[in-house]
């Protein structure tokens, strides 16, 4: 099976500006969750999707947001962006929602100027 | 929310000692405790995980503490190699897929 796929793999936007991640998790994975990954902080939970429906969100602005279409594909969305935005953003699937190993996928660069 | 504090942030160890990482968790509630390993440039991947009912776990050269009182978990790695070089993450998890990771330790084993 194909891992976990991200797009694009590095991007630079600039201050106010949107930008929209996406990420295609293993075949037949139906549960997709976001981290947010800065070598200060580690990596910090987004949110969650498991069939198109957001299950968990962490403690993030409204600024980040997130979908998921009904082939398990998911995307996020971070809105009027700040310097501190720049990390790694990393996606992982699950066979299902709950206590299941995380596969990640190699992560998209997102560099704020 | 939860919160996981995870020690030391660095570990330098000769190649054959063991190494020994940390973690705290604050949510009682948690019950399933994974280690991800990510080496430098690459994706975060599984190397062990315990849960709640379990006390201890291992899998060869790795294995896994818990203690539910105490709410601490650690990870023992035995007979270091080179190639277990990379950083080491803690999680916990109380539903779902949301997990609260430490914040990371960089393990270099020297040979």
């Known amino acids: 099976k194909a891992g976990v796929t991200q797009t694009p793999r590095y991007l630079i936007k600039t201050r106010g500006q949107q930008v929209t991640l996406s990420c295609s998790p293993i075949?037949?994975?139906?549960?997709v969750s976001w981290y947010q990954q800065t070598p200060g902080q580690g990596l910090q939970f987004l949110f969650e999707y498991f069939s198109e429906t957001q299950r968990n969100k962490g403690n993030f602005p409204g600024r980040f947001s997130g979908r998921q279409f009904s082939n398990s594909r998911s995307e996020m969305n971070v809105s009027t962006l700040e310097l501190g935005d720049s990390a790694l953003y990393l996606c992982a699937s699950s066979p299902t929602s709950g206590y299941n190993e995380q596969f990640f996928g190699p992560g998209t660069r997102l560099t704020v100027l | 929310g939860e919160n996981v504090e995870q020690h030391p942030s660095t570990l330098s160890v000769q190649e054959g000692d063991s190494a020994v990482i940390k973690c705290t968790y604050s949510d009682s509630a948690s019950n399933y405790f994974p280690w991800y390993k990510q080496e430098l440039g690459k994706r975060p991947q599984l190397i062990i995980d315990?849960?709640?009912?379990?006390g201890e776990k291992k899998d060869q050269r790795i294995a896994v503490t818990l203690n539910k009182t105490a709410k601490h978990f650690s990870l023992h790695i035995t007979e270091t190699q080179p190639e277990d070089s990379a950083v080491y993450f803690c999680a916990a998890s109380r539903t779902g897929n949301q997990f609260y990771f430490g914040t990371g330790t960089s393990l270099t084993v020297i040979p």
């Open positions: 315990i849960r709640s009912n379990v």
């Open positions: 075949s037949g994975h139906r549960s």
